[in-house]
């Protein structure tokens, strides 16, 4: 098809709720005339309202200019009925298939052919929306993360019809209006709600088997640099949606067994424990998470002491430890106290190592909550490195190391299917979800062989399809 200057299109937004008033806000600001309809008397012009008070808002903070401002405000019209004098629609409508494709068959009636519509659907195939239109080739996916005006990801999502040409044209149109746009191909969860199941599912995981409270595994995935836990980031979204969206993933994925839904969130949605919408979820609000004990300070000594194996977590584990020896030809990383071993997790159990061997959980930052299988003396070196020590079951992997594995393990069956490449993976995530870096900067810090290893262990502990090594890695 004729794909329009989009760089000077008029825009049509269809939808005023949050979503819609953002993508209008965001179009408007980058200098286009924008329509805004919404099907409820008078919604599209209580969300202008608003958007006057957020950009006032903005004004008062020096964020913004009074003249840019007005400007913005100027360039949105409300209107009663969708016209057909745009070059590029955009539906923000509720999340439901039926309700998207019937106003494309409106849309379709009114616009003229070489038209762009971009649905904000953020799970629903774009193929299966595509059905039925007369033009299944100008509709795309442009998922735009909420707040919109100030998350940077827009996910461009093709579906099977959609002509690459319009594809790439929503790309450079989303990087105009100062986003950072990555290609996806349609497929349950595109890219983001699809890579981070992980996070989600190791959380519940590691309460299924009672491995550790909520609020130490939020503890130490915040001291890994996550923004939030993943417990009290489902308290947040709601379990009844976190639960519903892993439902639709796993069922979209013909049951695949890694994305199983936990019936541990079975339960606290089946009691109406949502989170913070119902002041109950893992945690009791307003009061949240509660606080950790306080570990204190330790000052362990020890007769011979050996820092083993290369790299920077060894280099730093040496320079905290000034009496310690180098053993730097060890196939592993950690302590050797008086003989006994504190060994960096590698999907190994301390079990499997024999009596007086201990395991600690990846440290990706030098300070912070990290979590170990161990005794009290494992406690006490831990603190002496500079960390704060959790206790955990002796399970492969403990926390931070099985989450990041299994994070990458999914980037990569993504970039394998042909979802994204590794640049927007890593992109996608750090956008889209704050991670505090992507699955294939993780790999690279990492390495392939380290990866692999510790999703085989896990494998070999489950047993199943839950932890397979992707294809891409192997």
């Known amino acids: 098809m004729t794909i329009p200057n989009l760089s000077q299109s008029r825009v049509l937004v269809v939808g005023a709720g949050l979503m819609g008033a953002g993508i209008a806000q965001v179009a408007a600001q980058a200098g286009h005339a924008v329509q805004l309809f919404d099907n409820r008397p008078g919604a599209a012009e209580a969300a202008k309202a608003k958007l006057a008070q957020t950009l006032e808002g903005l004004v008062a903070k020096c964020k913004l200019t009074a003249e840019a401002a007005a400007a913005t405000l100027a360039r949105i019209t409300p209107v009663q009925a969708m016209a057909a004098d745009v070059e590029l629609v ?225 280099e730093r584990f040496a320079a905290n430890l000034p009496e310690a020896v180098r053993d730097m030809a060890s196939d592993w990383v950690g302590l050797a106290v008086d003989g006994r071993e504190l060994r960096l997790t590698d999907g190994r159990r301390a079990a499997d190592f024999g009596p007086g061997t201990a395991v600690f959980d990846l440290p990706l930052a030098p300070a912070g909550d990290i979590a170990y299988a161990g005794d009290a003396a494992t406690a006490a070196w831990l603190t002496r490195l500079g960390l704060v020590p959790r206790a955990v079951a002796d399970l492969p992997g403990l926390v931070v190391a099985r989450t990041i594995a299994m994070l990458i393990n999914e980037a990569a069956d993504a970039v394998q299917q042909g979802v994204c490449d590794e640049a927007g993976a890593d992109a996608a995530m750090k956008l889209g979800v704050n991670y505090p870096a992507g699955p294939f900067e993780w790999l690279a810090f990492w390495g392939v062989p380290t990866v692999v290893a510790l999703l085989n262990r896990l494998d070999q502990h489950y047993r199943g399809e839950r932890y397979r090594v992707s294809p891409y890695l192997a």
């Open 90 to 314: 955009v539906e923000a409508v509720v999340e439901n298939l039926d309700v998207k494709r019937a106003l494309f068959a409106e849309l379709e009636a009114l616009l003229p052919d070489d038209a762009v519509i971009a649905t904000n659907t953020s799970s629903i195939s774009v193929t299966a929306l595509a059905r039925g239109m007369r033009r299944p080739e100008r509709l795309v996916g442009m998922h735009f993360f909420n707040p919109v005006p100030l998350m940077k990801l827009v996910e461009v999502v093709s579906g099977l019809g959609t002509d690459p040409a319009v594809a790439q044209a929503v790309f450079e149109l989303a990087a105009r209006w100062g986003k950072v746009p990555v290609h996806a191909r349609s497929t349950p969860g595109f890219i983001v709600n699809r890579i981070a199941r992980p996070y989600y599912a190791e959380a519940l995981m590691l309460l299924q088997d009672r491995a550790a409270a909520p609020e130490v595994i939020d503890a130490v995935l915040r001291a890994a640099g996550f923004r939030m836990g993943p417990c009290e980031l489902m308290d947040l979204i709601g379990h009844d949606t976190n639960f519903a969206v892993t439902q639709s993933v796993f069922a979209a994925n013909f049951f695949d067994r890694r994305f199983t839904p936990s019936l541990v969130q079975q339960e606290l949605v089946d009691a109406g424990f949502l989170g913070r919408k119902s002041g109950r979820g893992f945690y009791r609000y307003p009061a949240g998470a509660p606080a950790l004990p306080d570990v204190g300070t330790a000052s362990p000594r020890a007769a011979r002491l050996v820092v083993h194996g290369r790299g920077a977590l060894a």
